[in-house]
């Protein structure tokens, strides 16, 4: 059917809607991290008065922003490394075996997305007090704390994702690797996972943005220092100012790796979502 000019006309102005949306917010925090504190707390302006890059200077000193990058960094990448590692044997089994309780584990799996991550958070609190005060291992305000918490999302749907995407990769390839004498530890590093790898990097994507933007967890779960972005850039909100310039130009900084690894991996990551979906 060929599109009228109605139709034309509709999309372009949807389209620019939604353009105006997205890039309006972005202008302004462009624009008010350039901008001194005095014009920001003055009134609203579309471009500032006296443009500075002061506050990107000052923003590092204000708050420990560089313990507060590494900390997000570390724990979301470990977060991200362990899910996938984690994940990829956990689907490959359900996908490619059929064992008693195949069924009930893959809806266990899922079922855990239902219920809201407040749920765990005292339970995990407590364990985390509690083990440290009998065995000695400081789980609470630590990274590796927080890299186990953040698991218990990130992995349920990694797995989900991926059980999904090795469905779609053929069973032929597995009987050949077989004929050929491969066991499965060799199907599926050789075989399955080159196959995979639009999905295994739309797993990765998924779960360090999980990690990344967490902010329950991590202001409950951390300290000075273990503290991560999220929960850091409060910092900049004191008891007798709130320093909006350094906020927008910490913002745009700290943005500035995951739009990187995002657009370098947009095309895996679009395909892991979309070849899983259809058999």
């Known amino acids: 059917m060929r599109e009228t000019a109605g139709e034309r006309w509709g999309r372009r102005i949807v389209l620019t809607l939604l353009t105006l949306f997205v890039v309006i917010p972005l202008y302004v925090m462009v ?11 003055n009134g609203f302006t579309w471009w500032p008065s006296r443009p500075t890059l002061q506050p990107f200077i000052d923003m590092w000193s204000t708050v420990p922003l560089a313990r507060y990058l590494v900390n997000s960094l570390v724990v979301s ?13 956990a689907a490959f ?9 195949r069924g009930v584990f893959s ?7 239902m219920f809201p991550g407040i749920l765990f958070l005292l339970p995990l609190f407590l364990i985390y007090v509690n083990l440290g005060n009998a065995t000695g291992i400081e789980l609470y305000a630590s990274r ?12 349920p749907f990694s797995i989900w994702m991926l059980v999904g995407y090795f469905d779609s990769i053929p069973r032929g390839l597995d009987e050949a690797a077989q004929v050929d004498g491969a066991g499965p530890l060799r ?17 990765t994507v998924y779960a360090f943005m999980t990690a990344w933007g967490e902010v329950l967890f991590a202001s409950v779960m951390t300290d000075e220092g ?32 995951v739009v990187v690894g995002f657009l370098a991996l947009q095309r895996y990551f679009v395909a892991g979502l979309t070849a899983g979906a259809v058999k």
Do not use: E, H
């Open 31 to 41: 624009t008010s991290a350039a901008k001194p504190l005095q014009d920001v707390q």
């Open 77 to 89: 990448s470990i977060a991200a490394v362990c899910s996938v590692a984690v994940a990829i044997f």
């Open 93 to 101: 089994a359900v996908s490619r075996y059929r064992f008693r309780g």
């Open 107 to 113: 809806v266990t799996v899922l079922s855990t997305q």
């Open 144 to 155: 590796t704390g927080l890299v186990i918490t953040y698991l218990t999302f990130s992995l």
């Open 187 to 203: 199907t599926l590093f050789q075989v399955i996972l080159p196959a995979a790898v639009p999905g295994v990097v739309a797993v």
């Open 226 to 257: 273990s503290r991560t972005l999220a929960v850091g850039l409060q910092g900049y909100s004191t008891q007798f100012n709130v320093y909006w310039n350094q906020i927008m130009a910490a913002s745009l900084v700290v943005s500035i790796p």
